[in-house]
Each structure stands twice: as structure tokens, then as C-alpha cells.
């Protein structure tokens, strides 16, 4: 097998013992044409003094050992612009985005890597993610999209019976640890507004327009500790972000014909909770929601602009992409979900 440059992007911010483990885990990996790019988000926890003590570790690469490059930014610029300054000096025929939160098994990439030599339509490639401290259970393996705009997750926190153990295409996979061929990226990575949540999605969505396919692929291996960022953070600070970059995804990616029916749907899904929220106390999540329709509503000439670029280079109409990407589960999901919802579950 062609072994070509792999990118590694990992964006730290104020997490120094999660990103020191994660680092420690990549230099036991087999794959050996590496380069690794940490960007640090402005942390204050001592995170960029432990990575200049990292910066002279040897790290496996082709013919010798590859040093880690380190990105200072002078604010947090959240986990889409992070990993954006983080692109910007990859020289990876391959870009892999993987969470500082995450622990890597040596073989990892080279099942990746194969899909993508297999096949040069496949863009987007994820890894099996398990539950770092429950490591019999997946993280989650694919996420389909819905007739309603919301995100169908299969096999989250699903015990490993050996259920996924095929290669299979979703619309999204997680940006926890996903492999992106370079050429594929027409829009660049990630939209920025987005700050965090949902831009894994905007990007795999574009990624099939363009022409190429997004997969899990359970041959490649690791372990995610999950909630390690958004545990820290105000639920409905982690719902705003959700709901209003769900919107704009839908905006931006679907055909105008899709468009006219659901984004009324996904609205009036929308409303649907935020009732629930207001006659149970939930008010901050009330707030959420309407502060994600009415942010929606002041950037739409924004959205608009974008949303030319993106269908001005599509490929596939959406009843072909629908084939690989759509699933309609049962009014349970969706009870799920509002469960999920209560718990800062995007």
C-alpha cells in the first residue's frame, strides 16, 4: 500500500492532560508518514508550556521522525476555526481531524487510508469510536438525516455486539477522528460561524454534493472520552449552537425543491420542543431556540451567499444523495431526543 503524507489536526483548548494523553497514544501508531499539527485555542491552563516540552518528540515518520508543529492562536476560536488554522499549513495528501480528547490504537490509519486508495470517490472516512471509559460501548457510528432536518445517530452509546462491522455510508460522520481527502475540499473545511456543533455535518453534506462519499470504516480503531468539552460548557449555550447551525446547514446544502418542505417541517419540529421546554420551566432553552431562528434570520444574506457557492459546484441532485443518507426512524427517536435535549445532547 502507498503510504502518502497524512495531516494530523488536534485543537486543544484548556484541556493539557487529555491532549498530553492523545499525543502519547499517536507516537505508538504503525503508520509511518506522518505530520502533526496541534492548534491550542489560547488555553490558560498550561496547555502551551506542555506542548513546547512535546514539541521534540519523535513521532514515527518516513525515514526519520516527524516533530510536532504547534499553532498559537490568540483567541478561542472554537473547534471550526481551529481546525481551519490548522489546514491552512497542512501539506497532507490526507488531512485526519482528530479530538484532543481521543486515544488512538497503533493500526488506525492504515485501514483509512486503503478506503481512500480503493476508492477515489470516498471523501469523508471515520474510524469505530468507542466510549473511552466504557470501552465495550461505540461512541456513535454513522448519523443519517431525517425527513424532519434533525440527525438520525445510529448505534450511539450502542453496546459492540459486532453489529457494524462493515464499511457503510451515512450523510455524517463525527469530526472526533475523521480522515478528508484533500482534493475533495473544494469550500475549504469548515464554516466558522459555525464555532462548534454541526460542522462535521455541513461539511460531509457538501462533501456529497460535490460527488464523493462519506463512510464509517470499523477496521480503524479508537477510544473518545465523550462530554470532555461539552461538559464544561452551559447546555443551552451547546443548544444554540445546534439549533442554529442545523438550520444553516439545511439552508445551505439542500435543493431549493427540498428546501420548501422541510424547513417548515424541521420548524415546526422545532416549535414542537420549544413548547415542551416552556411548560416545563426550561426557559434558557426556550431562549436557545429562539435566539438560533432569529440569528438565522440577521445572517440570511450571509447563509444566501454561501449556499450559491455550495450549489453552484454540486454534483448529485438530492434524490441521489437521499439514497445513501436518509432515514426515517420511528416517533421514538424523537422522544429520544428531547431526552437528549435536557441533557446538552446535540
Known amino acids: 500500500m502507498r503510504r502518502p503524507l497524512i495531516s494530523i489536526l488536534i ?11 492523545c499525543l502519547e497514544s499517536l507516537n505508538q501508531i504503525t503508520y509511518k508518514n506522518i505530520e502533526i499539527i496541534v492548534v491550542d485555542n489560547n488555553s490558560t491552563d498550561g496547555s502551551r508550556e506542555m506542548l513546547k516540552k512535546f514539541k521534540n518528540s519523535k513521532f514515527p515518520a518516513r525515514g526519520g521522525q516527524a516533530k510536532l508543529q504547534i499553532i498559537e492562536n490568540g483567541e478561542n476560536l472554537g473547534f471550526a476555526g481551529g481546525n481551519n488554522a490548522g489546514y491552512k499549513r497542512a501539506r497532507g495528501e490526507y488531512v485526519l481531524l482528530l479530538n484532543n480528547d481521543t486515544k488512538v490504537t497503533p493500526g488506525f490509519l492504515e485501514p483509512l487510508v486503503e478506503d481512500m486508495q480503493k476508492d477515489k470517490k470516498l471523501g469523508i472516512v471515520q474510524s469505530k469510536m468507542y466510549v473511552m471509559d466504557r470501552p465495550r460501548y461505540l461512541d456513535s457510528v454513522a448519523s443519517y438525516l431525517t425527513f424532519t432536518g434533525y440527525l438520525y445517530h445510529e448505534g450511539y452509546l450502542a453496546k459492540d455486539v459486532g453489529q457494524f462491522d462493515e464499511l457503510k455510508y451515512a450523510l455524517s460522520v463525527k469530526g472526533a477522528c475523521m480522515l478528508v481527502r484533500k482534493s475533495a ?44 468539552t461539552s461538559g464544561k460548557m452551559n447546555n443551552w449555550f451547546i443548544q444554540f449552537h445546534s439549533f442554529k447551525n442545523r438550520i444553516r446547514t439545511i439552508l445551505k446544502n439542500v435543493s ?13 419540529v422545532s416549535l414542537g420542543f420549544m413548547c415542551y421546554l416552556l411548560v416545563t420551566g426550561r426557559f434558557g432553552g426556550v431562549a436557545s431556540i429562539v435566539r438560533a431562528v432569529v440569528w438565522n434570520v440577521s445572517n440570511i444574506s450571509d447563509t444566501l451567499r454561501k449556499r450559491k457557492k455550495v450549489q453552484s459546484l454540486r454534483k448529485l441532485d438530492d434524490r441521489e444523495v437521499f439514497k445513501y443518507t436518509l432515514n426515517n426512524p420511528s416517533i421514538g427517536f424523537y422522544r429520544r431526543h428531547l431526552g437528549l435535549l435536557m441533557k446538552g445532547v446535540k
Open 11 to 21: 485543537v486543544n483548548y484548556n484541556q493539557k492532560g487529555y491532549t498530553k494523553a
Open 185 to 228: 475540499l473544494k469550500l475549504g473545511l469548515f464554516d466558522e460561524d459555525y464555532f462548534a456543533y454541526f460542522e462535521e455535518t455541513d461539511l460531509c453534506w457538501r462533501t456529497w454534493l460535490l460527488g464523493y462519499k462519506v463512510a464509517f470504516e470499523p477496521k480503524s480503531v479508537i477510544y473518545h472520552k465523550m462530554g470532555a
Open 256 to 268: 431549493l425543491g427540498t428546501l420548501v418542505w422541510m424547513m417548515p417541517v424541521h420548524l415546526f
